[in-house]
């Protein structure tokens, strides 16, 4: 168990860290994106590195491809007690989050589809070494129906029934409108993005093109109005201000801190957006956490509920804070607050307030490393939680 607990841990850092200085920053988002789409969660370390590896191979690829690997995932099969789904005991788990949550949304699918569906998925399985396998004496080969159409359906066949609905292409356009636009939708704006999804067979980089390039995307509305989710926070603290820990302690606690650890999702349906991110126990937390780190102050972590890693308490107080913390502002030493403009335009997504440029342009101090205060102002402002 404990070996188990330090091989997610060290995974969790892994990707905190590709997060944080990779050049492919895009395929790094689309990654979590999914991550939180196919919100599963597993003790098994290696279950855990093959959902991952699932979401990186097709994150710019097709939905339809992605949708098939992620069905025969150790992690998902597990997950959603596949295991348990055999001829004449279906279990429904996967097939009703597959319609409810990854696909089709609430009310495009009935009972009896999900019922049906379960039946195709029995006998689909995993192995100790994650191998993907299917029972042949446990599946159901009776005619199955399904959406109206009947017919001797395996799984596979059940993915390609629900690909062939636009609904399909409508939800997960919906949802990357969220993850990369507002938080409002423009209903108008995602059906015609959805439309050419659909025509595209799920082409998903393809519609990523179609979403950067649109006049849309750059309206002042939508610009620095998307709350920072934790783990992004915690990386572009990392990337900014040249970041990094010398111990597992401290990343992790504040991941469960401010609501987001990396490979423990709270629950099948994923983390919640936009201002769930910030309540009463994480706004001041999230304001204060990264100036403190940048002054190389104490960090503390207050308990909140359990450490899901491995279920034991986060502990009241990081005494080694000061020493898992070094930083790299190098970047920033001869910056100075008369330019501040031009750094709060190259760090800040959102436009300054009048409050931000005051406190921007007020004389930096006398003291020997000028640019840590001007970094621990940036890091302060409202607006750094924003992109």
């Not at 959406?147 to 001797?152: I, L």
């Not at 980089?205 to 995307?217: C, E, G, I, Q, V």
């Amino acid at each position: 168990m404990q070996a188990n607990r330090q091989n997610l841990i060290d995974h969790n850092l892994n990707w905190l860290k590709e997060m944080a200085t990779t050049k492919a920053a895009l395929h790094e988002k689309m990654v979590l994106f999914w991550h939180g789409h196919f919100a599963v969660s597993t003790q098994v370390p290696r279950a855990a590195a093959i959902h991952n590896n699932t979401l990186r191979k097709h994150a710019l690829g097709k939905f339809g491809d992605l949708l098939h690997a992620v069905a025969k995932d150790p992690a998902m099969l597990l997950f959603l007690n596949n295991q348990q789904n055999k001829k004449g005991a279906p279990n429904e788990n996967f097939a009703r989050e597959l319609m409810e949550l990854y696909t089709l949304g609430k009310g495009h699918y009935t009972e009896k589809d999900i019922q049906e569906a379960a039946r195709a998925f029995t006998g689909w399985k995993t192995n100790l070494e994650g191998e993907f396998m299917k029972v042949k004496f446990q599946h159901d080969y009776g005619k199955k129906t399904v959406f109206s159409k009947t017919g001797n359906f395996d799984g596979e066949d059940i993915i390609d029934l629900i690909l062939a609905k636009k609904q399909t292409a409508k939800l997960i356009t919906k949802k990357l409108y969220q993850f990369f636009v507002n938080d409002h939708v423009n209903q108008n704006v995602v059906d015609a993005w959805a439309e050419d999804y659909f025509n595209s067979d799920y082409d998903t980089a393809k519609l990523l093109r179609t979403m950067f390039s649109s006049p849309h995307f750059y309206e002042e509305k939508h610009i620095g109005t998307k709350i920072k989710p934790p783990v992004e926070y915690i990386g572009f603290l990392m990337n900014d201000f040249g970041i990094s820990f010398d111990t597992d302690y401290l990343p992790v606690a504040v991941q469960k801190v401010l609501g987001q650890m990396l490979l423990s999702p709270p629950n099948v349906a994923g983390w919640p957006t936009g201002k769930a991110w910030i309540d009463s126990s994480t706004l001041l937390y999230r304001l204060s956490f990264g100036p403190l780190m940048l002054m190389g102050e104490d960090v503390e972590i207050k308990d909140k509920e359990d450490f899901d890693m491995n279920k034991q308490p986060i502990g009241k107080k990081n005494k080694n804070a000061k020493q898992s913390i070094a930083r790299d502002l190098s970047r920033w030493i001869d910056q100075s607050n008369e330019n501040y403009e031009k750094i709060s335009t190259e760090i800040l997504f959102a436009a300054p307030s009048t409050n931000a440029k005051n406190l921007l342009s007020q004389p930096l101090g006398t003291d020997k490393k000028p640019h840590v205060e001007l970094c621990v102002k940036l890091a302060s402002l409202p607006e750094y939680q924003l992109f």
